[in-house]
């Protein structure tokens, strides 16, 4: 017998005195421990003068146990000052099974009486819940802590703000909505309202503060908070917070906060804040400050420096460190509460801090031929995942503005690649293998970046020039395409230099390194020449079809009779095409490691005898469309080249190597979105899903059939329900084991190629299991026998007892039918009320889940005059 039925039982036997009304509003928390364990916190807020003060509690931890949790010891309860409340905290450890979606709830009799928006809230079930979130792709999370009570008071016509003061230690993103309070199992209170206001009620989605713009009656109302977490945009936990706010007429007026605006500091800085509060009645006022930076180590510190009547002055200093850093800011609460003979009211102010991590320092650029290498300082400020690299052409003079982190995009920066750890120094820029083009100015600015998705602060600029070799290279094209007839065309510009002596004689060495081949080779030397004018070279009888090749040309100069070689000779490759087929698609993108610069990239494909121009590009990618698929296409492309050199601009053209491609299918159908819905009331529950056609917009669309796929748990393999022809967009299913179940639905196109399958997973859907308040065993064979109605019989087995009026249980049973037939010691009950607990096993997707239902039956039994209704 679960404990809420205990409870509810013994309430029944011994009367309310005992369990007396007095839940105001509570949450529940956890911290994970390690493994699959963790440490939850319940904590209640109650009736200080209430003579009911539960020294433990039931929670039950959404994986078909429970554990009766102790009152903290010691005290376990404190009193709030100013209220006539108690904070009661209960806290236990639990290890899960594994993965999985975990809903932690408590219940305890009961709320208490006179809850404006609450139907008969004297004998409804106070509960809270917390849900779990377990899984690899989540790892250790804990719960945010809320720092604020959520117990207040609010006057009539006037406006109303709480927040939660919500602070979240692994640095998670938080959002916040309203929600509807909860009873019995953790469900919707029936008959629940949001309160009315004068103008609007809402919760601010990203600071929490809920603004009840105005209470238009007294009296006493409970709002549920939904807060949520996020980590990489995927949720991973959320709290529902139940809380009581009591609302007079009166004459007072709140104190006045000042406006406090949001904060922005480097990690190192600090921060001072004087606050000032006054109070339009001259009340005496209490003041406190809660929020992240007072649960941090180097905490912060807040002090009242002086006070009067109408007035109160305090001060907030915060030391931050690098500790302190992260994505996500800190938020703080400013409560005021003035002390009068009336009823205290309280202005709330909420801001936030945000800490910065420091940028990168020490930055240097070394550059090479074709490439620039930097060197920094790694980051002593916290821990950084790695760091990013950003670059542009020519200097700027870019200063990031307060609270800017990063690069942004209006500087011309683009990030270029980044470097994963914290101790990295290094990165060699060869643009993506391509090689960077001489004559250029190349600008760099780098950041920590930091696993909970912050960045740094950018570093400071750092711009770098590569020099020209000897000599400086410009062409390398295929003038010729063939296995062993094949040409390529080499180009250069005449060198100039202190290397250059004037009187010669000079001549120049040509390096091939072939396709296959790991070292440059010398394939021709030139004969020597009192100049050096000669900058041309034609490879030939080379197999072109294969690439690319990589040529050198090196500088010689003769002294003393011996040949010497010029530094600063350059390498360049010839220019080829990587190529892949898709649906009626070929995509071309150019490659080459040169110290030009391509631009643009003229497209051609072989037609009958000749080269068809087919488009140009500005880019190294280029897609010939409207193909047909399964027929080999050939290309040839064309660089205009340029090199800015000697104070002009060069410009050739390179000729790329051919390549061919066949464009085939291989482009999966888009993604196709499911909805579902749940019918649990006919005879046969069922899941009616439903589709739109697939979208035209991911590739050429010819879908020739859906496949339904589904399975009865959140995760595993997916099970092929069904095949569908490609005009259906309804399917109609009767599960076997329980309506709970995770679908998904995937579209074939004519080649086979199936999209993506996308889970939707249905549950909470409804009771699976009802049982009936009225029996009459009096043989008229017409209800003859007390059965329950189960949903496609999707509940195996029950934990069932039947008590009459003093306690006594008369029936139990583990057969989920129920099946009695009104008897007791084989003899027939007398009509009245009798209270049943049962315990169902509900098979759900996250495994078999434990609800206790509770209630009364009113037999009829023929043994009095009394007739059944």
């Known amino acids: 017998m679960r404990g809420i039925g205990k409870t509810l039982l013994l309430w029944l036997l011994c009367g309310a005195t005992l369990y007396a009304t007095h839940n105001r509003a509570g949450e529940i928390t956890y911290r994970h421990l390690s493994g699959y364990t963790y440490e939850v916190t319940v904590t209640t807020y109650t009736y200080a003068l209430s003579s009911a003060k539960r020294t433990e509690l039931i929670v039950q931890w959404g994986d078909g146990t429970e554990t009766e949790v102790p009152l903290l010891d010691p005290p376990g309860f404190y009193a709030i000052p100013g209220t006539d409340y108690l904070k009661n905290m209960y806290v236990a450890q639990h290890t899960y099974a594994g993965s999985g979606v975990y809903e932690i709830l408590m219940e305890d009799p009961n709320r208490n009486l006179g809850v404006n928006n609450i139907p008969n809230s004297v004998n409804t079930i106070f509960s809270i819940k917390t849900t779990l979130f377990i899984g690899s792709n989540i790892g250790s999370n804990n719960t945010p802590v809320l720092l604020n009570p959520p117990i207040d008071q609010a006057a009539l016509g006037h406006p109303f703000i709480h927040n939660p003061a919500a602070f979240d230690p692994d640095g998670d993103s938080i959002s916040y909505t309203i929600t509807t309070c909860t009873g019995a199992g953790g469900e919707a209170i029936e008959g629940y309202r949001i309160p009315a206001a004068t103008d609007t009620l809402l919760v601010d989605a990203r600071t929490g503060d809920l603004m009840w713009l105005s209470p238009p009656v007294v009296g006493k109302f409970n709002i549920a908070i939904l807060v949520e977490e996020w980590r990489d945009q995927i949720r991973i936990g959320r709290i529902a917070r139940d809380m009581q706010i009591d609302v007079h007429e009166t004459d007072n007026n709140p104190p006045i ?27 005496q006022l209490n003041q406190s400050l809660v929020g992240g930076p007072f649960e941090v180590t180097n905490p912060a510190v807040y002090s009242i420096d002086s006070s009067g009547y109408g007035w109160i002055n305090s001060h907030f200093q915060w030391i931050t460190h690098c500790s302190h850093a992260r994505q996500q800011p800190y938020t703080l609460v400013l409560k005021t509460e003035d002390i009068t003979n009336d009823i205290n009211l309280v202005s709330v102010t909420s801001f936030t801090i945000r800490v910065l991590h420091l940028p990168p320092t020490g930055l240097e650029t070394h550059p090479g031929s074709d490439t620039i290498r930097l060197e920094w300082t790694p980051s002593n400020c916290g821990t950084p995942a790695g760091y990013r690299i950003y670059r542009r052409t020519d200097s700027t003079q870019y200063l990031p503005e307060a609270c800017e982190t990063g690069v942004p995009a209006r500087t011309g920066f683009v990030l270029i690649d980044q470097v994963e750890g914290a101790t990295a120094r290094s990165y060699t820029d060869n643009n993506g293998g391509s090689g960077l083009v001489p004559g250029f100015e190349y600008c760099y600015r780098i950041t920590a970046y930091y696993n909970d998705g912050a960045e740094s602060i950018s570093s400071e600029e750092i711009c770098s020039h590569l020099e020209p070799g000897n000599p400086p290279l410009l062409r390398v094209s295929v003038a010729a395409d063939d296995e062993t007839a094949g040409q390529i065309e080499l180009a250069w510009a005449v060198p100039r230099g202190d290397d250059i002596m004037d009187d010669g004689p000079y001549r120049y060495e040509i390096l091939r390194m072939a396709p296959g081949e790991t070292t440059l080779r010398p394939i021709f030397t030139q004969q020597a020449s009192p100049n050096l004018f000669d900058t041309t070279f034609t490879d030939r009888s080379i197999n072109t079809r294969i690439y690319p090749y990589t040529y050198s040309v090196i500088l010689q100069y003769e002294e003393g009779g011996t040949w010497h070689n010029a530094p ?28 030009w610069l391509n631009q643009p990239y003229e497209m051609y494909r072989a037609a009958t005898d000749s080269f068809m121009h087919i488009g140009s590009t500005l880019n190294a990618t280029y897609t010939d469309r409207n193909l047909r698929n399964n027929t080999t296409y050939t290309y040839r492309s064309v660089a205009k080249s340029v090199r800015p050199l000697y104070g002009m601009n060069f410009t050739m053209e390179n000729t790329s190597h051919l390549a061919s491609e066949m464009p085939v299918d291989t482009l999966s159908p888009c993604d196709v979105e499911l909805y579902v819905r749940s019918d649990c009331d006919s005879v046969r529950g069922f899941n009616l899903l439903s589709w739109q056609r697939a979208s035209d917009s991911c590739s050429n669309q010819d879908v020739v059939n859906y496949i339904i796929y589904s399975r009865d748990s959140l995760e595993g393999k997916l099970f092929a329900l069904d095949t569908l022809a490609p005009t259906v967009f309804e399917y109609l299913d009767y599960p076997k084991n329980s309506i709970e179940q995770c679908y998904a639905i995937t579209a074939i196109d004519s080649a086979g190629n199936e999209s993506t399958p996308l889970p939707y997973c249905v549950y909470n859907i409804c009771s699976f299991y009802r049982l009936p308040n009225v029996f009459t065993p009096n043989g008229d064979a017409i209800n003859d026998i007390y059965t329950s109605w189960n949903l496609n019989g999707y509940v195996k087995k029950v934990d069932m007892s039947i008590f009459n009026r003093y306690g006594q249980k008369l ?45 009364f039956i009113h037999v009829y039994s023929g043994t009095d005059n009394t007739p059944p209704q």
């Open 568 to 595: 600063g000779n350059e390498m360049a490759t010839s220019q080829y095409i990587s190529t892949a087929g898709a649906d009626n698609t070929v995509t071309l993108t150019m490659k080459k490691r040169a110290p």
């Open 257 to 283: 906060n000042p406006n406090l605006i949001d904060l922005c500091v480097r990690a190192g800085d600090t921060i001072n804040l004087q606050i000032r509060t006054s109070d339009p009645d001259q009340d």
């Open 811 to 855: 029936y139990t049973t583990t057969n989920a039918n129920i099946d009695w037939n009104g008897t007791y010691n084989n003899k027939l009950v007398s009509s009245g009320v009798y209270y049943y607990i049962c315990d169902v096993y509900e098979p759900t997707i996250r495994g078999s889940h434990l609800t206790t239902l509770t209630g």
